[in-house]
């Protein structure tokens, strides 16, 4: 059992609620059973209630009249939308990053995949899913644009993007993100948002074919 004890008790047990989403280990189409999730959490109903329904309002969980609560499952027609955001907003931020952020700063971006040499195994991938989601939520958060970050905070357009794990392999991917965080350690904006802006639509095409192909 998860015990949560702290002053802001609805802030955590959102986090870890939001975080099991994202996990999977509430799974996408599943009923909400509260009491259960409580008991996993350790606290009272109260907190889970309310918890319950901001996600709905922020559309991680579904609220089927006379029918209860449901993790939201996204469509790939819902994913390529987030990509195609995410292909504007990201480009834009990680512009702002490179011209805003002190070296200090940038040398955030700089190790985050480094450690990855493929062929990744099973638990590499697992990791890799996590420095992927990691690299990108960084754009945001320290691109300094507040609109920017403001409206990733209320939508979850990048965390939700990870509901169905990775769109394309690290085979794919590692090479583009490498090349991104070359640009943004020579500090060339042009470059490092083209690049980002073509991950996104790389994804985003894989996503279409999905789509037409299951939903």
Do not use: W
Request: glycine letters at 4%; charged letters at 30%; aromatic letters at 8%.
């Amino acid at each position: 059992m998860v015990k949560i004890k702290n002053d802001h008790l609805v802030d955590l047990v959102y986090e870890k609620v939001k975080q099991m989403i994202l996990d999977g280990a509430l799974i996408p189409g599943e009923k909400i059973n509260k009491v259960e999730l409580a008991n996993i959490l350790g606290v009272s109903i109260t907190p889970v209630n309310e918890v319950v329904n901001r996600l709905a309002g922020e559309k991680f969980i579904d609220k089927i009249n006379r029918s209860g609560y449901f993790v939201k499952k996204l469509t790939f027609e819902d994913l390529k939308e987030f990509f195609a955001v995410r292909a504007g907003l990201e480009g834009i931020a990680i512009r702002l990053c490179i011209n805003e952020l002190s070296d200090k700063k940038l040398n955030e971006f700089d190790n985050i995949f480094n450690k990855f040499i493929l062929p990744l195994n099973e638990e590499e991938v697992k990791h890799y899913l996590k420095a992927d989601q990691k690299f990108h939520e960084k754009i945001i958060e320290l691109c300094g644009n507040s609109i920017i970050i403001d409206f990733n905070k209320n939508f979850n357009f990048v965390m939700k993007s990870y509901q169905k794990g990775l769109i394309r392999p690290p085979e794919e991917t590692l090479s583009e993100h490498l090349e991104i965080i070359k640009a943004i350690m020579e500090r060339n904006g042009q470059k490092a948002q083209e690049l980002i802006t073509s991950h996104h639509l790389k994804s985003r095409e894989v996503l279409k074919i999905k789509h037409l192909k299951y939903d």
